[in-house]
């Protein structure tokens, strides 16, 4: 059962001549919206099928693929943050009874991957295997893991469990404890071509598949995602903004953009001000292609140390950007200081 995506068949490859002498940990990385948790999911199920194909991909009809599909394997752990597993779950619930829906606790779901659910591990690993196979722990992404998190996780991985495999996956692959990235053999899963991934979001029924490929680097599941939520409208009108700096623009742009999720104008923004730059120093755009014109004229009025400067205060931004106090005056202090590199 073949569930890569089209740009992953190479990287399968590499993954088979892994498998002669695999290691007790293996680290997937790459750029944010190219598939690597669905890749290291399909190792995972590969790893306990049964009665595998003879390209090394999961059977999909043998029990432990059938257990696999309903993530109730008993040699699998899946292990990521709250969050995630709120949003996979909200679907199937919508025909529960509303006072079990009212029962369930108010608090927002964690973007962090918890020391609790790195112990629960420990249990796991303590009983045997059910079919005396392996057994595979998947972890993305890995760089939610909080301090606590990662040094348990750090213990497990200097001593591991005989017959044991965890595979972990990353955005960000600089923001891992060193101690942790020794521990695994790193296995990169690069950036997919563009002709190809522009075959793909087409054969999905994307509209503008081209544009918002570009705007979101190149990455096909981003690119996906996006067209999908239907922010169309809210970027157009904040690239307009951009395009005209000042601060009557910026107070009502953050006015009315003030429900917009926070993290996703700053990730527009860093692009915007990527493309601004390397415009200044190649002529060269990225993200936005369309706005060739308005961000050729903005490079012209700016300072590339002062643009440089300001994508580094952007970047630590978006540390923060997930909990702002008042988002209308986060967006409001962001725009206003965009505005002043070209006054």
């Known amino acids: 059962m073949n569930t890569l995506y089209p740009w992953q068949h190479a990287s399968w490859q590499q993954w088979q001549k892994l498998r002669e002498r695999l ?10 919206g190219i598939g690597k948790t669905a890749f290291a999911e399909a190792c995972a199920q590969s790893l306990l099928c049964e009665t595998p194909n003879t390209d090394g991909h999961a059977c999909g009809t043998c029990a432990a693929c059938g257990w696999f599909g309903q993530y109730s394997h008993p040699d699998y752990r899946r ?8 949003g996979e779950s909200a679907e199937g619930e919508e025909a529960e009874a509303g006072d079990t829906k009212k029962s369930k606790s108010t608090k927002a779901p964690s973007k962090e991957i918890k020391i609790d659910q790195i112990r629960a591990l420990s249990d796991f690993m303590n009983i045997s295997t059910h079919r005396s196979g392996m057994r595979v722990v998947t972890l993305y992404p890995a760089e939610a893991l909080n301090t606590a998190a990662a040094n348990s996780l750090l213990k497990m991985l200097e001593e591991p469990p005989p017959n044991t495999m965890f595979l972990l996956a990353t955005n960000s692959i600089d923001r891992l404890l060193p101690t942790i990235l020794s ?28 544009s918002w490929l570009a705007e979101q680097g190149g990455a096909p599941l981003a690119a996906l995602a996006s067209s999908q939520a239907g922010a169309r409208e809210t970027l157009d009108e904040f690239l307009q903004q951009l395009a005209q700096p ?91 200081d965009y505005s002043t590199l070209f006054s």
């Open 23 to 32: 290691p007790h940990a293996i680290l997937f990385h790459g750029p944010e």
């Open 79 to 86: 292990v990521r943050p709250e969050i995630l597993d709120d």
């Open 183 to 210: 521990r695994c053999r790193k296995f990169a899963l690069a950036m997919p071509g563009a002709e190809e991934t522009l075959q793909w979001l087409q054969a999905q029924q994307v509209k503008d598949a081209d």
């Open 246 to 336: 000042g601060v009557d623009a910026a107070l009502k742009t953050a006015e009315r953009l003030q429900k917009t999720p926070v993290t996703e104008l700053v990730a527009w923004l860093q692009r915007w001000l990527y493309d601004v730059l390397s415009v200044k120093l190649s002529g060269t755009i990225r993200y936005y292609p369309r706005h060739q014109k308005e961000l050729a004229a903005l490079a012209a009025r700016a300072d590339a140390g002062a643009l440089l400067q300001a994508i580094k205060m952007l970047n630590e931004r978006r540390a923060i950007a997930d909990h702002p106090l008042a988002p209308k005056l986060f967006i409001e202090d962001m725009l206003l």
